[in-house]
Nanobody, 129 residues
Framework: EVHLVESGGGLVQAGGSLRLSCAAS????????MGWFRQAPLKEREGVAA????????YYLDSVKGRFTISSDNAQNTVYLQMNNLKPEDTGVYYC??????????????????????WGQGTQVTVSS
């Protein structure tokens, strides 16, 4: 079964950086699209970034473009989210999500399929001003 473990969250000042990791197991890594979603207090989860593990296609939430980078390391079966120039509005619990995409196509961050797919336990990111 799909198993996802997020790590790397923490407390950082505005303008700082964090790198989140999602260690994946229990599935064929290259057949999946993976994404990072976040949930701030009193808000619904929103898609931050997505990648298909078979290629370089990526999608980003407009507000994080130029600041965040999602990447996939097939040797480690791990997906990363490098977050630079963090802002207080980036605060939230960040979740890793895996969607089976054997046809190697990446779905958009707004696709409902993400919410029916396996999620990790989340890692807290707090950005202070």
């Amino acid at each position: 079964e799909v198993h996802l473990v997020e790590s790397g969250g923490g407390l950082v000042q505005a303008g700082g950086s964090l790198r989140l990791s999602c260690a994946a197991s229990g599935f064929t890594f290259g057949d999946y699209a993976m994404g990072w979603f976040r949930q701030a207090p009193l808000k619904e989860r929103e898609g931050v970034a997505a990648i298909h593990n078979s290629g370089a296609s990526t999608y980003y939430l407009d507000s994080v473009k130029g600041r965040f980078t999602i990447s996939s390391d097939n040797a480690q079966n791990t997906v990363y989210l490098q977050m630079n120039n963090l802002k207080p509005e980036d605060t939230g619990v960040y979740y890793c999500v895996a969607v089976s995409r054997p046809m190697k196509t990446l779905i958009k961050l707004t696709d409902r399929a993400w919410f029916f797919a396996p999620w990790g336990q989340g890692t807290q990111v707090t950005v202070s001003s």
